[in-house]
């Protein structure tokens, strides 16, 4: 008998202790709410500054349809001769804005193109002729990013640098160029 009260008693400490809990639970959550309702509201955020309007600069961007386009482009025009290439094109910032490795292009040009496509439109002006300027000016070949080799061309609309076009994989440079420049005319307006 002393044993089946101590199994009552025990049963009822189980009860009356969750009770006990789910009461201090219940209290907690009330006093949340209530201290978040107490909290003051943020003030709002500071009005953003206007600038002037000679303090700022817009630019024109290539598509990422027509990147598409001159990247395909290149690449069919590589294809029709034979030649595996990768193909590259980046933006004004030197941002890339699409690259292709075409089957069986070697694993160095997919890279290299990206470096072509960069070189050609921060200096605007194709790879090939940059070559030549390192016979003046040898320490251009250090500025991370960039490759001077024959491949990369650059894309302008009116004579400002609009983006870059490189290609690398074929056995020289030329044929590289040529493709890049298969890209650029399936985009251009003639001119």
């Known amino acids: 008998m002393q044993q089946h009260k101590a199994r009552m008693f025990s049963t009822r400490a189980r009860v009356v202790a969750s009770a006990a809990a789910v009461a201090a639970v219940g209290a907690g959550a009330v006093g949340a709410v209530s201290a978040a309702a107490d909290t003051p509201p943020a003030p709002p955020a500071a009005p953003v500054a206007a600038v002037k309007t000679k303090a700022t600069t817009t630019s024109d961007h290539l598509t990422a349809e027509a990147a598409a386009q001159a990247a395909q482009a290149a690449l069919k025009a590589a294809g029709k001769e034979g030649q595996r290439v990768s193909v590259a094109v980046v933006d004004r910032n030197g941002n890339t804005l699409v690259t292709l490795r075409g089957d069986g292009a070697g694993p160095q040009s997919y890279e290299s193109a990206v470096k072509k496509a960069y070189t050609a439109v921060s200096w605007n002006a194709p790879t090939s002729q940059l070559v030549e300027r390192l016979k003046t ?8 990013g960039t490759l001077f080799l024959a491949g990369g061309a650059p894309v302008a609309y009116g004579n400002a640098p609009l983006a870059g076009v490189g290609v690398a994989g074929a056995p ?4 590289d160029e040529k493709f ?4 650029i005319a399936a985009i251009s307006d003639g001119r």
């Open 137 to 144: 000016a040898p320490t251009l070949k250090d500025i991370p």
């Open 180 to 183: 890049a420049r298969a890209g």
């Open 172 to 175: 020289s440079g030329d044929l």
